[in-house]
Each structure stands twice: as structure tokens, then as C-alpha cells.
């Protein structure tokens, strides 16, 4: 699958920087192309010289909004973002389909910060430019969400999530969610350096990408998961993850035989794979709430068969017994044995819901200060409380 990547703000830019560099990798190690344009979009022009990999002209980086923000960005004022978005959309949308490979693209993928100002209120008023355009490709939104400290020391951090989480799931075609803090804890002594974060984002998006653009015939799998699957997998409040197996090879080097003992290792190398998917998702969400999901195994060829498949399948479904799985392997000549997961169409998703509910009761103090007036408050599922969240657009 190719994807046009497209990053909103200070987050957005580094990480769409960090696709760009995925797509170096690709064409380096496997002869082909996984991005087909990479791009920043920013009211700050510091942020832009910052990046790396997304090439420096401005084509590539585009900025935004120069006469009300002087290039200096909206100071976390994401009404200011997505006011910028508007007045300046149609130049953002020309500039990326002015890219040499656009009309190679299976589909867009645009990404922000939820809590900052620019990407926060960028990336709705654009997908819903882009969806209006381009009806034939899906739009997807990867919203990185702040770091627990980030709540407790600006203000505007809970609210610019919630409204641009709203938005942006109602115009796009999927939100892949990512939450800063679970990188925290998962590599304990990098803290916040957030370019390691940002290649720990990016790096369950490799193989999913490489597998259906491979051309080499000992790199297509029996099963090959292209940019169909996917596109028919992802929908809605979507998480991803990614898991290597610990088992060491050697065990394994010469096993063609059938020994039961080396069909229940091999079981096991792929079950702990997908438990270490699960557990490093880009959120952690409950897999009985997805309605629909999909996982690649890749592994060398001769530590693949359909019956690891399956057996992955059913280890899935049991998590998920609502969902409806795709699968796929992709064969490959050395590393590990590594499975990369998808949980798409989650019916709830906790931490998006107490953004929710939480804009609800600041929007709802205010009220009543203002007004005096007191207001029953009682949420449940995110359906029941998005309508009360203000929209960008
Ligand atoms: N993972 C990751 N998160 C980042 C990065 N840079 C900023 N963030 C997060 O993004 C949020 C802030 O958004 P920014 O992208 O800095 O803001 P912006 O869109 O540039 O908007 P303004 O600066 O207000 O104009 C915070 O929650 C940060 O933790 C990054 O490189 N990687
Ligand atoms: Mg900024």
C-alpha cells in the first residue's frame, strides 16, 4: 500500500519526516516505494527547517497562515488552526497533488498533535477538504495524543483533543489513535525523546505497507495482505501495534521435520508475537470493543505455514470475537518472526471518551458560571457524548 502522508504542526511534520525516512528504508532494503510524497504543513517556520527527510523546497514544506501568525504558529489556539486551514486549504491541497507519484496513492494519511494548536485544528478542515476531492481515495488521520503531564499543565491540552478528535472522526475515514505516554513506559529510559517515540510510531506501518507492494516472487506470502485488506479493515477508532517473538532462531535453523515439539515452538514464537502486538498497541483500548481487524505475520519462509496462520486467527478471534479478521504472512529472508496487529472499529475507547466527558463538564462549569444555570450530567459511550463536544468545522 502506498500513502500519501501528509503532517499537521510541530507532531505531525516530525512524524510524516519519520514516514518519509520509513520509505528510504524500503526502497533501500526492498526495492520499492511505500510513500508516495511526504509532507509538512506548518503556521511555524522553525518547525519546518527542523525536519530531515521531507525534501527542504516548498513543495514539500508548506507553510501556513504566514499573515495572521507571522510564522511563528497559533500558541495551542486550535480555532486559530483550523480557521488558517480553511483560508489556506486549496494551496495545501494543490502542493501535495503536484507531487510527481499523487496518482499513485491508495490512500492519504494525515497527521497531528491533538493537543497543539496547528495540527490540532489543521487536520480536520483538511480531511474534509481532501474527502470532498478525492473521493476515490480514503483519508486517514494518525492524532497523537499529549502526555499525561501535558493535562495537568495546559489548559487547553483536554479541550483541543476533544474537539479535534470529534472532527476529525467525523469527516475521516479512519483516526488511527496514538497516545505519547504509552512510549513513556513501554522504553522506560528514553523518557520523552520524542524522535525515538516518533520511530516506535512509525515502524508497525513498515511491513503492512512493504507486503502489498512486493514484486519478487519469494517475497509474496500464500496469503498477501495488499492495500484492499486494509482498506477494508480500517474504519473508525483504530489502533495499531507491532510484536517481534523473543524465541531465538537457532532452535529453529534446520526444522523441516515434522516433531510436534517444533510445531507447539512455533505456535508459541507466534502467540507471544501477537501478545507483545497487543500489549504495545498505539492505545490501550479494549480488543472485545473492535468490530474489525487484521494481522500480517512476517518471518522467514521456512518459520511460516498456514497452520501458525490460523492458529494466530484464533488466538485473535478470542480476543476479539465481534471482529471480522484479515490476515496475511509475508515471507522474508532473515529476522525474526514478527506480527503486526490492527484493531479498527472500536465501539469505545476509554481515554478518547474521558476527553470527551471531561470538555463536557469545563464547558458546562463555564456555563454555569456564566449563566447560573445547572445542567444534569450523565455520559456513557462516546456516541452519547460526542454530540456535546464543539466542532471545528
Ligand atoms: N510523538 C510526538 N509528539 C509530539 C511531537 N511534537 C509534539 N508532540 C506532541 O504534540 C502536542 C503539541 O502539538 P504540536 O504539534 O507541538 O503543536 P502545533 O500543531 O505545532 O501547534 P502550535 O505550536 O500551537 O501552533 C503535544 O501533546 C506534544 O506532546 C513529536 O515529535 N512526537
Ligand atoms: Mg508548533
Known amino acids: 500500500m502506498k500513502l500519501v502522508v501528509v503532517g499537521f504542526g510541530q507532531c505531525g ?53 504566514g499573515r ?36 499513485e496513492a491508495d490512500a492519504f494519511l494525515l497527521i497531528a498533535g491533538a493537543a497543539g494548536g496547528t495540527g490540532s485544528g489543521a487536520i480536520p478542515v483538511m480531511t474534509q477538504y481532501i474527502k470532498e476531492r478525492y473521493i476515490d481515495k480514503p483519508v486517514y488521520n494518525l492524532i497523537v495524543l499529549p502526555f499525561e503531564h ?6 487547553r491540552t483536554v479541550y483541543n483533543a476533544a474537539t479535534c478528535l470529534k472532527s476529525s472522526y467525523l469527516v475521516s475515514d479512519a483516526v488511527f489513535l496514538v497516545d505519547n505516554q504509552r512510549y513513556i513506559m513501554k522504553d522506560s529510559p528514553i523518557k520523552t525523546n520524542l524522535a525515538k517515540i516518533n520511530a516506535m510510531i512509525t515502524e508497525p506501518f513498515y511491513n503492512l505497507l512493504c507486503a502489498g507492494e512486493e514484486k519478487k516472487h519469494k517475497y509474496i506470502g500464500s496469503k498477501m495482505l495488499d492495500a484492499g485488506d486494509i ?14 517473538s523473543q524465541i531465538p532462531f537457532t532452535k529453529f535453523l534446520f526444522v523441516r521435520t515434522r516433531d ?6 512455533e505456535a508459541q514464537k507466534g502467540t507471544q508475537a501477537m501478545d507483545s502486538a497487543i500489549s504495545g498497541l498505539s492505545l490501550k483500548c479494549n480488543p472485545v470493543d473492535s468490530k474489525r481487524a487484521l494481522y ?3 518471518a522467514p519462509a521456512k518459520e ?4 501458525l496462520i490460523k492458529e494466530l486467527g484464533t488466538y485473535l478471534k478470542n480476543l476479539a470475537p465481534e471482529a471480522i479478521i484479515r490476515s496475511g504472512d509475508y515471507p522474508r529472508e532473515r529476522g525474526s518472526l514478527d506480527v503486526t496487529v490492527i484493531l479498527s ?16 463538564s469545563l464547558i458546562s462549569t463555564l456555563k454555569k458560571r456564566l449563566e447560573g444555570v445547572e445542567r444534569e450530567s450523565k455520559y456513557r459511550g462516546i456516541e452519547v457524548t460526542l454530540k456535546d463536544i464543539p466542532s471545528l468545522l
Open 345 to 360: 472499529e472500536l465501539s469505545d475507547v476509554e481515554k478518547v471518551r474521558n476527553y470527551f466527558t471531561k470538555t463536557i
Open 231 to 244: 482498506i477494508q479493515t480500517v474504519a473508525g477508532w483504530t489502533v495499531i501495534g507491532y510484536g517481534k
Open 296 to 298: 500480517l505475520v512476517s
Open 68 to 103: 495572521k501568525t507571522g510564522g511563528h504558529g497559533v500558541g495551542k489556539i486550535n480555532e486559530l488552526g483550523a480557521e488558517i486551514a480553511r483560508e489556506d486549504g486549496d494551496k495545501v491541497i494543490d502542493t501535495v497533488r503536484a507531487g510527481k507519484q499523487f496518482a
Open 150 to 155: 501535558e493535562e495537568t499543565t495546559e489548559e
Open 13 to 65: 511534520g516530525r512524524i510524516a519526516d519519520e514516514f518519509a525516512r520509513l520509505n528510504r528504508r524500503a526502497r533501500g532494503q526492498r526495492g520499492i516505494d511505500i510513500i508516495s510524497g511526504a509532507f509538512a504543513v506548518n503556521t511555524d517556520i522553525a518547525d519546518l527547517s527542523g525536519l530531515t527527510s521531507i525534501r527542504p523546497d516548498y513543495q514539500h514544506r508548506i507553510l501556513i497562515g
Open 260 to 265: 510436534f515439539r517444533n510445531k507447539a515452538t
Open 304 to 307: 511460516m505455514n498456514m497452520d
